[in-house]
């Protein structure tokens, strides 16, 4: 069924005013009329969204009012695209992100930017991942991509790919021939693992490996550096970093290779015009003829 913008928005109006007549006051329509149109709606749902008498939401409004919420949003920034657009102005998008996506990830989605939106302008910032989220919270980034930012409410996220984790160890550990790794061959050789990774990163990295394996806190500031590895050492990282490590290392291969995604992550409440043309690119992943 299509659903009429006015309509949800009389919804989300009686919601944030907690009744019917003080939302027809602040819409300007009379009370009656917003009441049987509000009704009509639940009609055709089949589904209550108000108690009355106190007014207030039902589960199935609250459901309702949220998603309503943010299509209302996205289509006052629609509006507002397409008056930038006239104007032949985009706006700038800050955008941090973890060091392993410098290699494609970040690359590809400004090649993209710059090809269907010329006018948009991306700042972009290499951090860690607790980094990027606080920088979400205080506005230093409008979006950030990383593959280990915390599922919360306040963050809304699109997929970007799927990378494929892979170890990288020096030319002279014992392992370093072996074409295909399984979790059980690195047993007797110690994990190198910064103590600033946020859990999900570290979880992710335990849970492709095998049970018990020893951690060795890494001193190391980023994944560019492998300065710390030795015979019996390892590290984790995903294909990209793998695949632009340093001379006198190998990178090896699971044999069932675990993968992690790669998340474009920004606020709900910090969005603009310009942020969501970056989020549309990266939603509309053949346009930038990402691997899947």
Known sequence: MSMDLRLMRYVVTVADEGGFQRAADHLHVAQPALS???????RTLGVA????????LTDAGRVFVESA?????????????????????????????????SFEAVP???????????????ETTEAWSVELVEGLGTQRFDAVLSRSVPHRQEFERVAMWLDELVVVVTDDH??????????????????LLSPRHLPGWRATVLSALA??????????????????????????????VGDNRPPGTTALRFAKPPSVSLDLVWHREYTSPALRLLVNLARAKQRWSVPE
């Open 108 to 122: 590809r989605l400004m090649d993209s930017a710059r090809r269907h939106h010329p006018s948009l302008r991306v």
């Open 36 to 42: 049987r149109q509000i009704g009509a709606l639940e």
């Open 211 to 240: 049970p018990g394996t020893v951690v060795q806190d890494s001193r190391t500031p980023g994944w560019r550096r492998f300065d710390e590895l030795t015979a019996e050492t390892f590290a984790v990282v995903t294909r990209p």
């Open 174 to 191: 014992p392992l370093s021939t072996v074409d295909q790794l399984t979790p059980a061959d690195l047993t007797g050789s110690r994990l």
């Open 49 to 56: 969204l108000f108690t009355r008498r106190p007014t207030a």
């Open 69 to 101: 919420r943010r299509i209302l949003l996205e289509a006052d920034q629609l509006a507002d695209l397409t008056r930038a657009a006239a104007r032949g102005e985009s706006g700038t998008v800050r955008l941090g992100h973890v060091v392993s996506a």
